[in-house]
Structure formats: structure tokens, C-alpha cells
């Protein structure tokens, strides 16, 4: 099912491989695939994710310097959806980090990624703090 909170997308039935065995209810409606935006938007995070374990610690510092930057000049919605990215990018990261027993390096980076879940925690968008609670929850893993 495609789930939306604030008219963003939240997943679909691409995503759920066990769709194909649930009978749907009567008058359900099938949900149609993420768009290909959204789903353009879904494999740069998981890149991002490849990607930022493999620069170097100053890099990463920069990025997320950037990334504090880019969210510091939206303001509304548009700055939700950008959070929202950001932190499933750093999700992403911090899952690749910890399935290969990485580590983050400098403590300025870890305080970064801090800086960024913890804004994510304050937002009014359940999907947003559901998103940040997680990258919380994959930082203690690093």
C-alpha cells in the first residue's frame, strides 16, 4: 500500500514483495508504483550510503557541513522533503557503515550527523521523526 503523510510517498507495492500473496480486500484500490523520481530520489540514498563510507573523514565532514547548509536555508514543506532525504541518506549510510564494521572517524562528524537526526526529531512530520529515530537507532550501532 502506498502511504502517504503529508503527500509524501512512503512506499508502494514495488517495494512489498509479499504483496503478490495478500488477497485484496474487496474495493480496496491497488496502489501504482513510485514514480521515477521517487524511485531515482530512493537509489541515490542507497548510493549515498555506498559512497559516503568510502571518502575520506574530512570529505564527510564537508558533506554534512553542506547538508546542515542546504536544510538552514528552506523553510515549510520544502524543507521537510529535504530532510527527509537527507536522513534516509544518512540511514543509508550508517547501515552500510555498521554491515562493514566502519566507523564514522572524527568526533565533528559524529556531532554532524547528531545535529542533523536530532532536527529531524523536533519536525512535525510523524514520517520524518519515524525516519530520524531510525538513523538514531543505526548510529549507536557504528
Partial sequence: QVFLVNNTVGGSLEFDPFAI???AAHGDLVP???SPTS???SAATHLFGVIFSQVTETQRLHVLEQLLASIKQTK???QQIIQQNIISAICSALKHLA???GNLGYEEIQSCILSLILSALESSSPLLRCSAAEALARL???
Fill in 21 to 23: 500473496y495478500e488477497k
Fill in 32 to 34: 501504482k508504483p513510485l
Fill in 39 to 41: 524511485s531515482i530520489v
Fill in 76 to 78: 515549510g514543506s520544502r
Fill in 99 to 101: 554491515s562493514h564494521k
Fill in 140 to 142: 549507536t550501532q557504528v
